[in-house]
């Protein structure tokens, strides 16, 4: 029987990347749909690397929907996973109708499409940014929707349109996911992350620290009421989050209806804890100093990880050690990200390509790789 094939939109990314080894290894088939605005098409020959199948990337937009129908219509797609969006906050507060246009019109773009191909299973990167930054911790799913910038508006926004689509044709299985604070790698050193610019989150901060590629980390704010005084966050490891998908696709297929379900560990880590984490991991010393509050902080906040284990059976297995010792692992042998050559242990793999497509991009010069 043909594994069945999952579109996964923002694919290359990433959350994406990583999620596209755990659909393989739970038997299906990505076909990747992302602009590469914010990765790197590389990141699918890693999950070759890993994998032994390379999944097919289609450069295309998820705002495109002659692009969307054409992908629908060459493969046998049997749900999708939508992750392509546009993710960094002081962005949105600078230029919230791009982020509103990407996050918002995209996601309405690709429900329209999937209803014209009857392919009606999805799972929705999601964010606890929908939840704002005053919510009493741990929080639960039913916490209600505060968000504070337009990114997290738009997944807000998103969420209720999936919701009323839900409510309004039965035949729709559908799932949020709101991630926590997703970090670590593949635990083969093979797949991490790799922002563009100086990194705005703390994990591939700390990372390039402990690399010398950065000299120090500022620590914003060590004043809060917290254990330390530092910022708490539920971290999680990109390999949970990715198997978290998985478990998802199933619940979205065999129940009809919306779910809104947290991706997180259930504890909070402070920036010191991770710091000393981080360190023990990599035999590094971290450098830091502590500069003022970051602008939009929230002191602290964590999961109520319950519900997606109550729904479709998910926990995060990874701990806060681990997180550190795959992010450095992915660091220390990819100091240039994916400009680095795969370890020469990987490209013994086996190599599959899904490559019964044909090329099917709308727009002149995007190519099918
Ligand atoms: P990422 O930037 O690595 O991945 C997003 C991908 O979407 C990129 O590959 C990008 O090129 C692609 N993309 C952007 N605009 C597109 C468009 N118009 N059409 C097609 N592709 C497009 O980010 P990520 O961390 O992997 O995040 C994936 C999703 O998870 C995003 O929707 C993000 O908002 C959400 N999320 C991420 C985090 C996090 O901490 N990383 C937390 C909560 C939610
Ligand atoms: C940020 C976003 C959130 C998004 C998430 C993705 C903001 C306000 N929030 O969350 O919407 O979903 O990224 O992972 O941008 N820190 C430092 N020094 C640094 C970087 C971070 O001390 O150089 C601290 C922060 O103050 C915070 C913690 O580390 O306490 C985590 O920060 P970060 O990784 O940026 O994630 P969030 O702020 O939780």
């Excluded at 530092?230 to 779910?259: C, F, K, N, Q, W």
Aim: charged share 20%; hydrophobic share 45%; glycine share 10%.
């Amino acid at each position: 029987m043909r594994a069945p094939r999952i579109l996964v939109t923002g694919g290359a990314g990433f959350i994406g990347s990583h999620t596209c080894v755990a659909l393989i290894a739970a038997g299906y088939l990505p076909v990747v749909l992302d602009t590469l605005v914010n990765s790197d098409a590389r990141s699918l020959q890693r999950v070759a690397c890993i994998t032994g199948v390379e999944p097919v990337l289609v450069c295309g937009d998820v705002r495109d929907a002659v692009a969307l129908d054409r992908v629908f219509a060459a493969y046998n797609v049997a749900a999708v996973v939508h992750l392509a969006g546009l993710k960094a906050v002081g962005e949105s507060v600078a230029d919230p109708v791009s982020y509103y246009d990407v996050n918002l019109a995209g996601t309405l773009a690709l429900v329209q499409a999937m209803d014209r191909a009857g392919v009606r299973r999805l799972v929705f990167s999601s964010s606890a940014t929908v939840y704002g930054d005053s919510q009493p911790s741990p929080i639960a799913e039913s916490a209600p929707y505060a968000a504070v910038n337009p990114y997290g508006r738009t997944k807000a926004m998103v969420e209720s349109v999936l919701a009323d689509l839900a409510r309004a044709d039965a035949r729709w299985g559908i799932a949020c996911l709101r991630y926590f604070n997703p970090i670590g790698a593949h635990e083969s050193g093979l797949l991490g992350e790799r922002p563009h610019g100086p990194p705005n989150n703390l994990m591939p901060y700390i990372a390039q620290v402990a690399a010398g590629q950065r000299e120090c980390l500022v620590v914003h704010g060590a004043d809060y009421d917290t254990v330390d005084g530092t910022g708490v966050r539920d971290y999680v490891h990109v390999m949970d989050v990715a198997e978290g998908h998985v478990s998802a696709l199933r619940h979205a297929a065999r129940r009809p209806g919306i779910l809104m379900a947290n991706l997180g560990t259930g504890r909070g880590a402070s920036v010191l804890e991770v710091v000393s984490a981080f360190e023990r991991a990599s035999g590094r010393r971290i450098a830091l100093r502590i500069g003022p509050r970051r602008p939009g902080d929230a002191p602290a906040y964590w999961a109520d990880a319950r519900g997606a284990w109550q729904a479709f059976g998910w926990r995060a297995r990874r701990d806060l050690d681990q997180m550190c010792a795959d992010s450095w692992r992915w660091q220390a042998a990819n100091p240039h990200g994916f400009d680095d050559p795969a370890p020469a242990h990987a490209s013994g793999l086996p190599r599959f390509q899904d490559n019964t497509s044909t090329s099917i991009n709308s727009k002149p010069g995007h190519s099918h790789a």
